[in-house]
């Protein structure tokens, strides 16, 4: 199987720092704490045993690897398009990939629970399924806002015997729950660990996270190479915090041939501030709970309302690995709009009977734009993050079919 390795570029110096970008925690609080993660990490990298258990479970409760589709009647357009099927994986995503890999090691450093936000609540149940598998307590702190409108999620996080903590102050959504599961941590981080949800935060959540999701590119390449005897023109991928984009970047960061895009959420449009989570594109240089990184924000710096169709998309931050890549000009970021995204849902469940996550139909939608200005015999390779079941009655809600 297809070995994870984080490229140079993605990894961190002995601060934390990629480039200008990403940093150490300097909450006196928590300076032990990340500290202790950090070291777990890099004992498990070089830990065959360790590995081993992974693999395992990857392969056997996952499903991995995931595999390569050619979708024919996309492709029509011009260039070949194929997916990534992320969406295939147990419980529907590609956040499953780092929180197994977390909970692993939070078993592996003695703790009994982990501790997490969630917006959407697709982090909240990825890691209650990793939990409730590997046998830790799960605790997950929601938004009263989010809990109220992400309903099926709560109820699945419930059913796998996560405790959930409601989250009332200010907003009552991520912004508040990352703060109350903070919290948390740093008054019980002796018995627990925090299991963040994408390569975003201060050393050594982006570089961990990255290498847990590494797996989807190393996979890609590989079966991309054995399926259709060449690399893909372009690879491209959704971008929220930045993690299924980053996985799947990681192994082409060195093929200066194949072209790596970024996706993000232009929502109702690039010229409406707070109404769309267009980061990389709009973002300025400044910290935002506890990194540096490109971020949507007002006059006085202080992070921007933001707002995506998908809500694993509408983040006002974003990964300090990928603003490192913006600033090297290894990746292109690009958007999509939300109706642009509601098209590619569509497109994609019709002609190809793949119902995507709306997060993912960024990518789609970017990708068929794409396919239609290449020849024929380009290869465009889209990463499907995730699946749209959570999506349809939203989705029902904006269209009328
Ligand atoms: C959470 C989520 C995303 C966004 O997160 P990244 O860290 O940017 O990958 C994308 N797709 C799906 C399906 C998600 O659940």
Redesign the pocket.
Known sequence: MAKEQLNPLVQPDTEGFFGKHGGKIDHPDLVAALAEIEAGFRSIVGDSEFIAEMKRLQATYVGRPSPIYHARTLSKRGAQIYLKR??LNHT????INHCLGEVLLAKKLGKKKVVAETG?G??GVALATAAALLGLECEIHMGVVDIAKEHPNVSRMKILGAKIVPVSEGAGTLKEAVDSAFRAYIGNWEQSMFAI????GPAPYPEM?SYF?SIIGSEAKEQFQQQYGCLPDEVV???????????LFNAFLDDDGVRKVGVEPAGEGLDKPGRHAATMTLGKFGKIQGFNCYYLQEEDGTPAAVHSI?S??DYPGV?PQHCHLKDLQKVDYETATDEECLAAFLTLSREEGIIP?L??SHAVAYALRRAAELPADKHILVNL???GDKDVDYVLSKIEL
Do not use: F, I, P, Y
């Open positions: 992320e969406d529907g995503a590609h956040k959407a697709q982090h949800g994408s390569v975003v996270v999701q991928a959704c971008v929220g915090g930045g993690s299924n984009a980053l996985g998908a694993g998309l990964g996550a997060e993912s993050s995730g699946r």
